[in-house]
Nanobody, 124 residues
Framework: VQLQASGGGLVQAGDSLRLSCAAS??????YAWFRQPPGKERSFVAA????????YYADSVKCRFTISRDNAKNTVYLQMNNLKSEDTAIYSC????????????????????WGQGTLVTVSS
């Protein structure tokens, strides 16, 4: 079982970027993106539950970021628009076999599988 994150890079404020998280070996019931800015702790960005497709977002990215999936490719995406300097961070994807609920889907501890991080740097 492997999660492979990609798509990070250096962009300017206001630009867009799309991150990908390709899962191999199995499908999962819950997927999420977390990020860790330099010198700060990891925080929740976005998530969705496969069953029903319910999506969740951190307030700081709501209306700018969109999490989506491609069933055929077993890949989850994070479309990031109108990027800001405060979005600079290492972004990691996570997945779990459980259909996580509202009270747990935003917690990193709920996820058993993690991909390597991909660095997003937004210059102002």
């Amino acid at each position: 079982v492997q999660l492979q994150a990609s798509g990070g890079g250096l962009v300017q404020a206001g630009d867009s970027l799309r991150l990908s998280c390709a899962a191999s070996g199995r499908t999962f019931s819950s997927y999420a993106w977390f990020r860790q800015p330099p010198g700060k702790e990891r925080s929740f960005v976005a998530a969705f539950r496969w069953s029903g497709g319910t999506k969740y977002y951190a307030d700081s990215v709501k209306c700018r970021f969109t999490i989506s999936r491609d069933n055929a490719k077993n890949t989850v995406y994070l479309q990031m628009n109108n990027l800001k300097s405060e979005d600079t961070a290492i972004y990691s994807c996570a997945a779990d076999s459980k259909g996580l609920i509202t009270t747990t889907i935003r917690s990193a501890r709920s996820y058993a599988y993690w991909g390597q991080g991909t660095l997003v740097t937004v210059s102002s």
